[in-house]
């Protein structure tokens, strides 16, 4: 689908258009409605566009149920595979089994490796500031209700909501000039928002999150390559994750907003001439944009046919104005950067929440939380399944062993109810010969030497590679 077909936005789905770095979610994904309004499609050069129509209130005949099986529902995966669990002594809070946050780090490291290519610098900053941070950023006037806030010694004091007044801090720190431009900086940045019980929901809504975010400070006169770049990586980052279908939304200036028109109409008219320079089809979202700057919002649509806005790009001219932020350029003078947001998941938690909906708990290999389990027929192959764990290891892969007293069927079907993707058993003949029997799901059982075997495994399980660093221009979402 070209980001040209027909837009289905839920009924209820929320953007934080206050702040704009947390993307949008389904608060209720049982019996669900989605609006669908059909687009014509552009003559083949149109090249970039703003679709301007509206979305239409829902009649009987745009209505589409969205509904999913209990089974299918990654809070009951969740339970079934042994992945995590939420509580109401941390409402909106995530308890990450072993299992669980397994996954959680083989997502983290594919997006690290991902973000350290495009010339990111990874930085950690305080979860707890002090109001006047907040104050200067301009959250606490235009995001203080989403806020947990509260005295530290006798001075007010909020958990962080965003991760970009950290950032600034640093670069205040640093005497820039335009050589260190631009300036990358990505974070794993756990954040805590003050949500309403009612609308938490699984990992799609949580009150604790870590956003896999980043922050640009360059000069103005490079936002159009910067932000052509990010698309061309994001594009290619979806499709290594199994999305191929994604739609752009260009969400402009809020009625709450910081900064003055004149540099609204700047910031939109700079983001309007990147996305053309990237080759994007957006549709208009007026009185969206975050309340520092306009957007770019980039949705993903998952097998059930449901969109899910995940990645953004933000342009900043607000808060590089607000910490006074400045660097000399090529004359000595000092002048402000621009600062782009950016995120590719938007929320781990939440991504892994879409995924295991997505894939319906079987998992890509290189994703799954234990992608090789070794059985041995009898206790006299132990020794044999655990000299093979040890050597998958050593491999990199996540594997274990079962030499449990139940039956070698009862064994199968447990590690098949995991979604484990790779099944080695190791008999008499096995051990004797320096084999593995291979059951792989929907695949036909093979016998393979070990060393083969371990080859196959590391090429099945490897995760999306990294590809060249992205190019500045392109039509990455567009076809």
Sequence with gaps: MSVWASNARFAQAHDDEQDGNFPGFVSCLRAQLAHTKETKSPPEDAGFSILNEPVSPANETEIVMLDIPRDNDHRSLGQQLDLFHLQEEAPGMVFWHPRGYALYRALEAVVRA??????????????????????????????????????????????????????????????????????????????????????????????????????????ESDVEQEVARF????????????????????ATRPAQRAGSDEVWDRAERAL???????????????????????????????????????????????????????????????????????????????????LLEHHQGRLPAWLAPEQVRVLPVHGEQRGCAEEIVVRLREHGLRASSDAS???????????????????????????????????????????????????????VCAPPGVREPASAAGNAFSD
């Design 405 to 459: 007293h139940e039956t070698l069927g009862r064994r199968v079907a447990e590690a098949h109810a995991f979604r484990i993707p790779l099944l080695w058993v190791v008999g008499a003949r096995e051990a004797r010969d320096g084999t593995v029997a291979e059951r792989a799901f929907a695949a036909e059982q093979r016998v393979l030497p070990v060393v083969s075997a371990l080859d196959a495994a590391t090429r």
């Design 114 to 219: 991902w973000t350290a290519r495009d010339g990111f610098q990874e930085v950690r900053t305080p979860e707890l500031l002090r109001s006047a941070i907040w104050e200067q950023s301009g959250h606490w006037e235009n995001f203080r209700e989403h806020m947990f806030a509260f005295s530290d010694a006798g001075k007010s004091a909020a958990m962080k909501p965003v991760n970009c007044p950290g950032h600034a801090q640093i670069v205040k720190k640093r005497a820039l000039s335009h050589r260190d431009l631009p300036l990358r900086l990505a974070e794993f940045g756990i954040v805590h928002r003050d949500e309403p019980s009612g609308v938490l929901h699984g990992l799609l809504r949580l009150r604790q999150f870590t956003q896999d975010d980043g922050h640009v400070f360059l000069a």
């Design 231 to 250: 698309c061309s990586s994001l594009h290619d980052f979806y499709r290594a994750l199994g999305f191929s279908e994604i739609a752009v939304n260009f």
């Design 272 to 354: 309007e001439n990147a996305a053309r320079r990237a080759g994007l089809r957006c549709r208009h979202k007026p009185g969206e944009g975050a309340f520092y700057g306009p957007k770019l919002e980039f949705e993903l649509q998952d097998r059930l046919g449901r969109l899910w806005q995940c990645g953004t790009i933000q342009l900043d001219f607000v808060l590089p104005e607000r910490f006074e932020l400045s660097y000399d350029d090529s004359s000595g003078k000092r002048v402000r950067p621009a600062m782009l947001h950016r995120a590719m998941l938007g929320s781990l938690e939440r991504f892994l929440g879409i």
